[in-house]
């Protein structure tokens, strides 16, 4: 017997669908930093103790950053930390610069005055991030940097697009910051993207976008290629 729309309970549990949020975002914001690395098992009861919940809030995170692409469930072990290959890593740069590219040039040609302040202001917050060297604070810094050139561009597919690459690529983001000198090199890319939105050229944002990611693609790539083992076999 079906129930009418009166008899049903549509209500969402708004406190428990926040915590679900906030340990997704922790597991994700520890997996970019480092401190879980590719290929760690994750095992629920330890993440309960670190990071005070139980063990539903943490299943349902762990099924959530599965669907993203940043956890893997194994066989006889369980979830663990997806690792990447050189090739997947090869693939998910070409098809990131192509994106950011379009993001980059749409936003010169389209975006509001606001979404450039905004902008400026992701910027800075980076290059006070590179300046204190906290990875927390760091991958946070470039997330925000990367959000605000999404939405500055305007294409809700393209968002959708780039944020699953996002998830991936966040296995390899700080492994290509913290090499050396690519810190550096790094905050002069993302403000000479900056600069290009700022002066409303779309071709030269579109340039600096694709070299910026050129770029760590390079120091990545060069990072696995040395790497045996899990990084450069299949997940």
């Known amino acids: 017997m079906c129930l009418s729309m009166t008899?049903?309970?549509?209500?969402?549990?708004?406190?428990?669908?926040?915590?679900?949020?906030?340990?997704?975002?922790?597991?994700?914001?520890?997996?970019?930093?480092?401190?879980f690395r590719p290929g760690q098992r994750l095992v629920e009861r330890e993440?309960?103790?670190?990071?005070?919940?139980g063990r539903t809030s943490v299943r349902e995170a762990l099924r959530q950053l599965e669907a993203e692409g940043l956890v893997v469930t194994v066989p006889h072990r369980g979830p663990e930390v997806s690792s990447i290959n050189f090739d997947e890593a090869r693939q998910l740069y070409e098809v990131r610069a192509l994106l950011e590219g379009f993001a980059g040039r749409a936003f010169a040609e389209q975006g509001s005055e606001e979404a450039v302040k905004?902008?400026?202001?992701?910027?800075?917050?980076?290059r006070l991030a590179a300046r204190n060297g906290d990875r927390a604070q760091l991958v946070a810094a470039k997330t925000r940097f990367y959000s605000?050139?999404?939405?500055?561009?305007?294409?809700?597919?393209?968002?959708?697009?780039?944020?699953?690459?996002?998830?991936?690529?966040?296995?390899?983001?700080?492994?290509?910051?913290?090499?050396?000198?690519?810190?550096?090199?790094?905050?002069?890319?993302?403000?000479?993207?900056?600069d290009a939105i700022a002066s409303h050229d779309g071709p030269r944002a579109e340039q600096a976008c694709k070299h910026h990611i050129a770029m760590a693609a390079k120091v990545a790539l060069a990072?696995?290629?040395?790497?045996p083992g899990p990084s450069r076999s299949a997940n």
């Open 118 to 126: 905004e902008l400026k202001q992701a910027v800075a917050g980076f």
């Open 148 to 194: 605000v050139l999404m939405d500055g561009a305007g294409n809700v597919f393209v968002k959708q697009s780039l944020t699953m690459l996002h998830n991936r690529i966040t296995l390899l983001r700080f492994t290509s910051m913290t090499q050396q000198g690519r810190l550096d090199d790094s905050v002069a890319e993302i403000e000479a993207i900056y």
């Open 47 to 53: 993440l309960c103790e670190q990071i005070g919940v």
């Open 7 to 35: 008899e049903m309970n549509l209500r969402i549990p708004r406190q428990a669908a926040t915590l679900r949020l906030l340990v997704e975002d922790r597991i994700r914001e520890a997996i970019a930093s480092g401190h």
């Open 223 to 227: 990072v696995l290629a040395r790497e």
